[in-house]
């Protein structure tokens, strides 16, 4: 049984929120994204379409990031017995030069004077203190071992595979409770064994993104440092995709890992939500020299929070087209600005197929059981003023379930 959850007398609702998530524990395992799929590919090449055609113009808030500071977690020498550092120092220029990303390192030491996880949590802690803000991503990367954690759903790091009398393992998921509470969108990347391992909990949809891309699935090893490791595809795929597409969103960077020349073809790579279910996938792409220099200069203005969230489904006959999506999106920036819509952004919200989408049939499956449980709960029911009231709730049930059943033959969306 989970312990309760203690509130604290004057605390915000951040300070509850991370007083309430420490004391639940490990989450639970959560669901990848099938970035392999053909929808899955579709869908992140056209958000990129449409994320760069609603920023550009008189949009309030933009889908492109100001400042991207990056923490890259490591083992000192000392205590490092895979040699991570090199790749770790490669993938850093790579992340300062080309993407004009600042980095700053994470070395964890072993020593007697400070427990490894309370160091590394006021590692991750500051990190955030300091960097965190609206249009902000803050990535995440990892090298080291992992093994499964005390629970299902958690991931243990160490820098050696040799037990010693002191602490030498931490347990991510206890560190990274403050990732869930910060306004900027988070990318953890993870180079280690068992990194599928790791688990997510189920909150509320938000505006926020918080992805996670790691080197292989639950339960599965990686390579070590070396020209097949998950780093160097990695490394080898960020510069592919920034030469050739320049944006480009996670679930299309885990393509491109598997695509590696020297990467195993047996290794799949993991990518999945964390913490939250979001309304967007995270973009990368190189800062400019302006976006930088604000960054550096001065705090990024703090949004005012959304008021509202209004759904729309378009229903296709035929997978739009990179040119079908960009004449809508221009089209529906006229409507927006012609009328003065109190809009701060108009997010792409995924292409699926119709029959992967729960709503598509699912929902109407479960509104048929309901007219069929309803209609023969009027057999059983005893009505007041005979069978003309009963008969006339029966033929209503009827012609409901009727109507639903033709619905559903003409391909018809049914919407509640």
């Known amino acids: 049984m989970d312990p309760p959850v203690v509130p604290f007398q004057g605390a915000s609702s951040s300070c509850k929120l991370l007083a309430g998530s420490i004391l639940r524990g490990i989450p639970s395992i959560g669901a990848s994204v099938q970035y392999e799929d053909e929808y899955e590919k579709s869908n992140a090449s056209l958000q990129v379409v449409w994320s760069a055609l609603m920023t550009d113009g008189d949009a309030q808030s933009s889908s492109r990031y100001k400042k ?5 977690i490591s083992w000192d020498k000392n205590c490092n ?4 550092q090199e790749e770790v120092d490669r993938l850093t220029r790579l992340f300062e030069e080309e993407f004009n990303y600042k980095v700053v390192q994470a070395v964890l030491k072993i020593n007697g004077e400070q427990l490894l996880q309370v160091k590394l949590v006021c590692h991750v802690a500051q990190f955030v203190m300091k960097e965190d803000g609206a249009n902000t991503l803050l990535i995440l990367y990892y090298a080291g071992h992992g093994t499964p954690g ?22 991510w998921n206890y560190v990274e409770v403050s990732l869930r509470c910060t306004r900027a969108d988070v990318l953890e990347i993870f180079d280690c064994c068992y990194a599928g391992d790791l688990g997510r909990s189920q909150q509320p949809l ?28 990695l490394i080898w795929a960020l510069i592919l995709l920034v030469r050739d597409q320049i944006r480009f969103t996670v679930s299309e960077l885990a393509n491109k890992i598997r695509e590696g020349p020297h990467f195993p073809k047996d290794q799949v790579p993991v990518l999945f939500e964390r913490s939250v279910a979001s309304i967007e996938r995270i973009i990368l792409e ?10 550096a200069t001065s705090d990024l203005p703090m949004e005012s929070s959304p008021q509202g969230l209004l759904n729309l489904n378009f229903i296709f006959e035929r997978p739009p087209t990179r040119q079908g999506i960009e004449r809508f999106g221009e089209a529906l920036k006229l409507v927006w600005y012609r009328e003065r819509m109190p809009i701060k952004r108009i997010v792409w919200g995924g292409l699926s197929s119709w029959e992967a989408n729960p709503s598509s049939t699912g929902t109407s499956a479960i509104v048929i059981k309901a007219a069929d449980k309803f209609k023969a709960g009027l057999h ?13 709730g029966q033929i209503q049930a009827k012609i409901c ?16």
């Open 68 to 72: 991207v500071k990056a923490l890259m």
């Open 81 to 84: 017995d895979l040699g991570t």
């Open 150 to 171: 005390p629970r299902p759903g958690a991931l243990k790091l160490s820098g050696k595979r040799t037990w010693t009398e002191e602490p030498h393992e931490v347990i």
């Open 206 to 233: 938000c505006t926020r993104s918080f992805e996670f891309l790691g080197a292989t699935s639950s339960g599965l090893t990686t390579r070590c440092p070396g020209e097949d490791s998950f780093t160097s595809a």
């Open 286 to 295: 190189p800062l400019s020299e302006s976006d930088t220099n604000i960054a």
């Open 380 to 392: 059983k029911k005893k009505v007041k003023g005979g069978g003309a009231r009963r008969r006339s």
């Open 401 to 416: 379930q009727d109507w639903i059943r033709v619905e559903l033959k003409q391909g018809c969306p049914i919407s509640f």
